[in-house]
């Protein structure tokens, strides 16, 4: 039987589903580390869905180890890893308890932690003691009925936290939490492909929906429907109705080719470059940088991207007004800084809002490494984007008026 302590919710009879989305969303650290590495899956049973997808996030030069759930045999769980066939058997091996775990790079916790916050700071401490230096623990707690070990996941967050998500189609709903209990080199980042974001709905292989934009078409379809129940005899809910698609369409979010060239920037979004211009800017230190603004129109995709690989440092809003943000005074607008520190000096790129964008997302905390191209972000309606780049280490490779492409465009490459 595993060590790992069994942390449950009063009342409930086992524990809590972890569904195809979720179980993804656990296991992406793994499946974004591109060097051979160490994981550990703890809490496994052959019907998990974290198993199965830990498994097909491995790569060749991978090992795991999996711990199995209190209520499943080693026995049993050795066979079901043995009927994968021979290139699973040979990299995942299957332990009786967590005591004869090695550190490893990822660390998963199988089950959703639930109950006190006690509890769930004695599982925390149970697993933290098999991450390697830097490594990545990963974690899920329903969103209902388990405020004590959401409070204790929420300030180990604080503390260490490199991102968490929402997940509201799986049943319970969960949030996945991502901790690190060491710092992490920014040069790790390079090393990383994208990661996986459960912020968006697949639509086919290479077209998702952001979060934000189903729940958008989500409230169109709302006022449709009251405006039919309520005047049954006016077409105005046709208004709504007809809105949804194209306020879905706003907030799409492709898959794209990122450059594998390391020295390649890329651009943070689609849209019009406006300018390439060398200036100083005290608020990320006294060397001169080369800025690159990208105007994003209302048919632009609005999704940001990272244009390098770094860890995000600093992230703060500097206040403003909302003029067009294709005229000079947008440099007033309100905007948001993620700052990151990279090999090649500080990065940072700046969310602009415009004259009817009003609402900036940021999803990488403070601490976050972020894989070039990965989506960090996005702003709402129409907008700016601007990267920052240290001007005598980077060569600009586009002019004003060029497209770009965010996450596949090359705007300018390291010297």
Same mark, same amino acid.
């Given at each position: 039987? &595993?060590?790992?302590?069994?942390?449950?919710?009063? %009342?409930?009879?086992?524990?809590?589903?972890?569904?195809?989305?979720?179980? *993804?969303?656990?296991?992406?650290?793994?499946?974004?580390?591109?060097?051979?590495?160490?994981?550990?899956?703890?809490? !496994?049973?052959?019907?998990?869905?974290?198993?199965?997808?830990?498994?097909?996030? @491995?790569?060749?030069?991978?090992?795991?180890?999996?711990?199995?759930?209190?209520?499943?045999?080693? &026995?049993?769980?050795?066979?079901?890893?043995?009927?994968? /066939? *021979?290139?699973?058997?040979?990299?995942?091996?299957?332990? $009786?308890?967590?005591?004869?775990?090695?550190?490893?790079?990822? +660390?998963?916790?199988?089950?959703?932690?639930? /109950?006190?916050?006690?509890?769930?700071?004695?599982?925390? $401490?149970?697993?933290?003691?098999?991450?390697?230096?830097?490594?990545?623990?990963?974690?899920?707690? =329903?969103?209902?009925?388990?405020?004590?070990?959401?409070?204790?996941?929420?300030?180990?967050?604080?503390?260490?936290?490199?991102?968490?998500?929402?997940?509201?189609?799986?049943?319970?709903?969960?949030?996945?939490?991502?901790?690190?209990?060491?710092?992490?080199?920014?040069?790790?980042?390079?090393?990383?492909?994208?990661?996986?974001?459960?912020?968006?709905? =697949?639509?086919?292989? $290479? @077209?998702?929906?952001?979060?934000?934009?189903?729940?958008?078409?989500?409230?169109?379809? %709302?006022?449709?429907?009251?405006?039919?129940? #309520?005047?049954?005899?006016?077409?105005?809910?046709?208004?709504?109705?007809?809105?949804?698609? =194209?306020?879905?369409?706003?907030?799409?979010?492709?898959?794209?080719?990122?450059?594998?060239?390391?020295?390649?920037? +890329?651009?943070?979004? $689609?849209?019009?470059?406006?300018?390439?211009?060398?200036?100083?800017?005290?608020?990320?230190?006294?060397?001169?940088?080369?800025?690159? !603004?990208?105007?994003?129109?209302?048919?632009?995709?609005?999704?940001?991207?990272?244009?390098?690989?770094?860890?995000?440092?600093?992230?703060?809003?500097?206040?403003?007004?909302?003029?067009?943000?294709?005229?000079?005074?947008?440099?007033?607008?309100?905007?948001?800084?993620?700052?990151?520190? #990279?090999? *090649?000096?500080?990065?940072?790129?700046?969310?602009? #809002?415009?004259?009817?964008?009003?609402?900036?997302?940021?999803?990488?905390?403070?601490?976050?490494?972020?894989?070039?191209?990965?989506?960090?972000?996005?702003?709402?309606?129409?907008? *700016? #984007?601007?990267?920052?780049?240290?001007?005598?280490?980077?060569? =600009?490779? +586009? %002019?004003?008026?060029?497209?770009?492409?965010?996450?596949?465009?090359?705007?300018?490459?390291?010297?």
């Amino acid at each position: 039987m &595993t060590q790992f302590p069994a942390v449950r919710t009063p %009342g409930r009879s086992g524990p809590v589903r972890l569904g195809e989305r979720a179980a *993804r969303t656990l296991v992406s650290e793994l499946a974004r580390i591109n060097d051979p590495k160490v994981a550990l899956l703890v809490g !496994a049973a052959p019907e998990s869905a974290v198993l199965a997808a830990a498994i097909e996030a @491995m790569l060749p030069g991978d090992t795991l180890t999996v711990v199995p759930a209190e209520r499943v045999s080693a &026995t049993a769980l050795r066979e079901h890893v043995s009927a994968q /066939g *021979r290139w699973v058997a040979d990299r995942v091996r299957v332990v $009786d308890a967590l005591a004869e775990a090695e550190p490893a790079a990822v +660390v998963i916790a199988a089950e959703a932690l639930t /109950g006190t916050a006690d509890e769930a700071r004695l599982a925390i $401490d149970a697993l933290t003691k098999y991450l390697a230096v830097g490594a990545v623990l990963s974690v899920a707690t =329903p969103v209902a009925r388990t405020a004590g070990a959401a409070a204790e996941l929420d300030r180990q967050g604080a503390l260490h936290g490199v991102g968490e998500d929402l997940l509201l189609r799986n049943s319970p709903p969960v949030r996945v939490y991502r901790l690190r209990f060491a710092p992490a080199d920014a040069a790790c980042a390079e090393r990383l492909a994208p990661a996986y974001r459960p912020s968006s709905v =697949p639509l086919s292989r $290479d @077209m998702h929906i952001d979060s934000n934009g189903v729940a958008a078409a989500g409230i169109a379809l %709302g006022l449709a429907a009251l405006a039919r129940l #309520t005047r049954p005899k006016s077409k105005i809910w046709l208004l709504p109705a007809l809105a949804a698609a =194209p306020v879905a369409a706003f907030f799409r979010d492709p898959e794209r080719d990122v450059p594998e060239d390391p020295s390649a920037v +890329v651009a943070a979004a $689609d849209g019009r470059v406006l300018s390439v211009q060398r200036l100083h800017d005290e608020r990320f230190g006294d060397g001169e940088f080369l800025r690159i !603004a990208v105007f994003l129109s209302v048919l632009d995709v609005h999704v940001n991207r990272s244009p390098v690989a770094g860890k995000v440092v600093d992230y703060f809003v500097a206040d403003g007004g909302f003029v067009n943000a294709m005229k000079p005074d947008a440099e007033h607008n309100v905007a948001a800084y993620t700052v990151l520190d #990279t090999t *090649r000096g500080a990065v940072v790129v700046a969310q602009r #809002t415009g004259l009817i964008a009003r609402r900036i997302v940021q999803r990488a905390p403070i601490g976050t490494l972020l894989a070039r191209g990965e989506r960090f972000g996005l702003i709402r309606f129409g907008s *700016r #984007t601007d990267v920052y780049l240290p001007a005598d280490a980077a060569e =600009p490779l +586009v %002019g004003p008026n060029d497209k770009v492409i965010g996450g596949a465009s090359v705007i300018a490459r390291w010297r």
